[in-house]
């Protein structure tokens, strides 16, 4: 079975700073690699997603995650966040069974002080 | 752009109501799912439907029930609830199109108190 660890329940930064939210994941198959967002009193938006070739993938608005299969890793970046940016973060795994199914993380809740 | 509707934002109810939490898609979407979002816990897969009338288990399924009776709609049905059902209940839909994976598209979330 599939599952997602997210080593951060909370990040508090500064604007403008560098900020790395930590996800990591177990499978014994290979995976697609996703991270939501959670605007506050909002549904989940997909923000990026790995399903293969290039293993540096973008968001629109500044994100960026690397997929590090020798690590297991799927760490979510922005080098100068935004106060917009508050929001929690959610990774997942799929689990390719009928309806592809979602594994989720615990999620990293992103605060962003001015 | 895809929508998902969720029948209430907040919903209060008692320990042992029936409770109907119903959630609509207008993207003619075949998949179906419902999520529980706890503090900690992140989501968790309570039920999803890959059909009309069809449903699969989750990972945390006890305690809950679906119906999908038509395409659209998919509905979560608390038999009895119980203040451990206290949560964020969240549906979502997909297609079957869009190559190796369809994204999932997420409703606003129903926040059920029981009390």
């Known amino acids: 079975a599939q599952s997602v660890t997210q080593l951060d329940s909370q990040v508090p930064v500064f604007e403008e700073a560098p900020v790395e939210l930590r996800c990591n994941y177990s499978?014994?198959?290979?995976?697609?690699l996703f991270w939501y967002v959670q605007y506050p009193n909002q549904g989940l938006q997909l923000l990026l997603k790995y399903l293969s070739g290039s293993t540096l993938v973008e968001s629109i608005n500044g994100f960026e995650a690397e997929f590090n299969k020798s690590q297991t890793s799927f760490h979510l970046r922005k080098p100068s966040v935004h106060i917009s940016d508050t929001a929690e973060y959610f990774c997942a795994v799929t689990v390719i069974q009928g309806a592809q199914k979602l594994v989720f993380g615990q999620g990293t809740r992103l605060t962003i002080n001015p | 752009d895809v929508k998902v509707t969720q029948s209430s934002r907040y919903l209060v109810k008692r320990t042992g109501e029936k409770v109907f939490l119903e959630c609509v898609q207008d993207?003619?979407?075949?998949?179906m799912f419902w999520y529980r979002q706890d503090p900690g816990l992140g989501l968790r897969l309570i039920y999803f439907?890959?059909?009309?009338?069809?449903?699969e288990k989750g990972d945390i399924p006890e305690g809950y029930s679906v119906s999908r009776e038509k395409k659209e709609r998919f509905s979560l049905i608390l038999e009895s609830a119980s203040t451990n059902q206290t949560s964020m209940y969240l549906c979502?839909?997909?297609?079957?199109?869009?190559?190796?994976?369809?994204?999932?598209?997420f409703g606003p979330g129903t926040r059920l108190t029981v009390l």
């Open positions: 979502a839909s997909s297609g079957t199109s869009g190559g190796p994976y369809n994204e999932q598209f």
């Open positions: 993207m003619d979407h075949e998949n």
């Open positions: 499978s014994s198959v290979s995976v697609y």
């Open positions: 439907s890959y059909d009309v009338k069809m449903k």
